[in-house]
């Protein structure tokens, strides 16, 4: 028999779809879908069952034919998509500046599920393609939550290291307004205006909806400290373990720039791929306003008509220490003095005081699901007396290389592991919303990996 006779042999198809198969299941371990191996005995040998129901047996004509093959086709396509979106590789937009320069608004990447390993959805029951809102529409579910499952994630090659680029559900993206939608934390909210003109003030908030994990925005932001770790922050420069953070290439801090009183030439600006958003300048003193990765900085030194380059400090406790975690006076931290903070690790066990519980309270009671309660100043978790805790999952520590740019870790605390979506690889196209037609695609963007 000849190779082409044994290809199409439908014992070889059965063979290599069935070894495919089962080594999948292997891999998600989930030995209820072995069942599957009836259907793929069925489909290439006794073919009982007709499993293409929707088509006919005799077409009346030729067009006919062609649209059930094309319904056929689309089956199969959505089908595939799916299992790759939600297994192997996924596409994502850079919404914000947040990760400028590293990461540019209208980069399109690729993310990987199978480096950290692909994580199964909670609710399995959802509207292909869509991420938890029905298209066209502002707040129509996209998912039924009629299935509920608890986190599992599958085998990957490694776990979240140092200075990986990090898709995740946003973790205070559990309860939404819809009206701010991701634009403002539910929290800061609730901060800000209290809880109760929150959920009553339908006009300016709208409707209060709660998500699942994998219904959360998408987040991306840079790890720069995994579980175990201690973090701190010192006039913006980040200590992870006691040692200073290697500055990235392309991170970047707000400075004030100073002229002589004209305006710096836009298309010096256009080259330093400093976007017309960034670009603030103050009249009144002849300022700009504006981040600047450390290569920029020397090179607008340089220019003749700037007198001085200073770089913004945000240590103003009394009108930040509120927006900055854990969200409690008695922390006086700010996005550029901040900590000690430890990461937990699964496993590891710390003791919980007053003092300390606001900083671990949310994931007591949200990421793991305890109740909590403080009583004559003692704290009661599951209704025993705790003096310790031990925690059940790994958290990470996530900042954007635009820190002063960034709603980040140090507005919403840690990222859960089971939060983690995936890692950020390369970028696929990238479009500069303040070009037009061909200009805008940035052409040495594409097909770059993602450091």
Not at 405 to 418: A, I, K, L, Q, T
Request: hydrophobic fraction near 40%; proline fraction near 4%; include cysteine.
């Amino acid at each position: 028999m000849t190779f082409k006779g044994i290809v199409a042999n439908k014992y070889f198809k059965f063979v290599i779809t069935f070894i495919i198969y089962t080594l999948w299941v292997i891999w998600i371990q989930n030995f209820w879908f072995l069942l599957g191996w009836i259907i793929i005995i069925d489909l290439y040998l006794t073919k009982k069952v007709r499993w293409t129901f929707w088509k006919k047996k005799n077409f009346k004509s030729n067009g006919e034919m062609a649209l059930f093959e094309w319904i056929d086709a689309l089956v199969f396509a959505v089908i595939a998509a799916t299992l790759i979106r939600m297994f192997l590789i996924e596409a994502y937009t850079i919404p914000t500046a947040s990760m400028e320069k590293s990461l540019l608004v209208g980069d399109y990447l690729f993310v990987s599920k199978v480096t950290y390993g692909p994580k199964l959805p909670n609710t399995p029951l959802s509207f292909p393609f869509a991420h938890h809102t029905m298209p066209l529409t502002k707040s129509m579910k996209s998912y039924l939550e009629w299935i509920k499952r608890p986190y599992k994630r599958i085998a990957g090659f490694r776990k979240v290291k140092r200075n990986d680029a990090v898709v995740f559900n946003y973790p205070e993206g559990d309860t939404i307004s819809t009206v701010f939608q991701s634009d403002q934390s539910y929290y800061s909210l609730i901060r800000m205006f209290g809880r109760e003109r929150v959920w009553n003030d339908k006009a300016k908030f709208g409707d209060i909806i709660v998500r699942p994990v994998d219904k959360r925005e998408n987040y991306i932001k840079r790890c720069v400290a995994i579980s175990g770790d201690s973090i701190k922050i010192i006039n913006g420069q980040v200590y992870i373990n006691n040692k200073k953070q290697q500055h990235f290439v392309d991170m970047q801090y707000d400075y004030f720039v100073q002229t002589n009183g004209s305006n710096i030439n836009p298309k010096h600006l256009d080259r330093m791929d400093i976007s017309m958003n960034d670009r603030n300048f103050i009249s009144s003193n002849s300022t700009y306003d504006m981040p600047l990765t450390d290569e920029n900085v020397n090179k607008i030194k340089a220019f003749p008509n700037v007198s001085n380059v200073v770089q913004k400090e945000y240590i103003d406790v009394d009108t930040i220490s509120l927006s900055i975690f854990p969200n409690d006076r008695s922390y006086s931290w700010t996005a550029d003095n901040f900590g000690p903070l430890y990461i937990p690790e699964q496993g590891a066990t710390i003791n919980i005081t007053v003092e300390n519980l606001p900083i671990y309270k949310r994931i007591i009671e949200t990421y793991e699901g305890n109740s909590l309660e403080v009583k004559d100043s003692s704290i009661y978790i599951n209704g025993g007396l705790a003096t310790n805790y031990t925690f059940k999952m790994d958290y990470y520590f996530m900042m954007g290389d635009n820190r002063h740019n960034s709603v980040d870790s140090r507005f919403w605390g840690f990222v859960p592991e089971d939060h983690i979506v995936g890692r950020a690889v390369f970028i696929w196209l990238s479009l500069d919303q303040d070009k037009r037609f061909l200009s805008k695609i940035r052409w040495n963007r594409i097909f770059t990996r993602i450091k």
